[in-house]
């Protein structure tokens, strides 16, 4: 199975940091962002990687390059104009699918987060596996919850937040148009199909959408380190 990395936005809430520098490339702990995405990726067993990029996207490939030196192999989407979640998803899919593997590991460049990437497989009978956390201050009313029996709702007691990581089949997007597209709604159809499962993930997770919690990151990377 595939893993792709979404690197394609422009970070408008971490300006002026991102003004010269993609976000992916914001260092924490004293490594990029990216990098550490790839650290795990390739301690789970994940050597084949798909990046997409727009915004400053060649200082990405100037920076991982063919990704050898992190010991995976690193394929890229270029946009031009960013594609929102769905419509980057869609456009490398012939780069992720190639080996006839219809499901592939989909994860936001933006996050931090030390679950075990290796735990998660493709469940049956669904399109989509979505990690969920526990909702943090900046998004106290989550997004989906979790039924008992794992399925995904749109409403419910016990709303959690979606972690940015997911593995994903292909039918999601296979008669989709080309184009920007948002993954949420594809995903809450597929929920109200009951095609949609989850797990609840306890650990430590963050969402890098500001300098704050870039610098708080960076704090916690560099105590484990000391």
């Known amino acids: 199975m595939k893993a792709m990395i979404l690197a394609a936005g422009k970070g408008e809430r971490m300006r002026p940091l991102t003004l010269t520098t993609p976000k992916p490339l ?4 004293g490594r990029p962002l990216i990098e550490h995405h790839l650290e ?27 990704g050898r030196r992190f010991g ?16 980057g998803i ?32 493709p469940p049956q009978d669904a399109d989509a596996l979505l990690v969920l956390t526990d909702n943090p201050g900046h998004n106290p009313s989550g997004d989906f919850c ?19 990581i997911s593995l994903l089949h292909r039918r999601l997007f296979d008669s989709l148009p080309p184009g ?22 306890s650990g430590r997770w963050m969402d890098i959408g500001t300098p704050e919690r870039l610098r708080q990151l ?9």
């Open 26 to 29: 914001l260092s924490a702990g």
């Open 40 to 66: 795990r990726l390739k301690q789970a067993g994940y050597h084949d990687i798909v990046i997409n990029h727009a915004w400053l996207g060649k200082q990405i490939e100037e920076a991982l390059g063919n």
């Open 72 to 87: 995976v192999s690193i394929d890229y989407s270029p946009e031009g104009e960013p594609l929102e979640t769905a419509g």
């Open 90 to 121: 869609q456009k490398a899919l012939p780069l992720l699918t190639e080996d006839a593997d219809d499901w592939f590991l989909v994860i936001n460049g933006d996050i931090w987060c030390d679950l075990d990437l290796a735990t998660l497989a």
């Open 146 to 164: 979790l039924e008992p029996d794992g399925q995904v709702a749109l409403t419910g007691e016990n709303p959690l937040t979606f972690s940015g």
């Open 180 to 201: 920007s597209m948002k993954l949420a709604p594809i995903l809450k159809t597929a929920i109200a199909d009951q095609r949609v499962r989850g797990l609840h993930f």
């Open 218 to 226: 960076d704090t916690l990377l560099t105590g484990e380190q000391a």
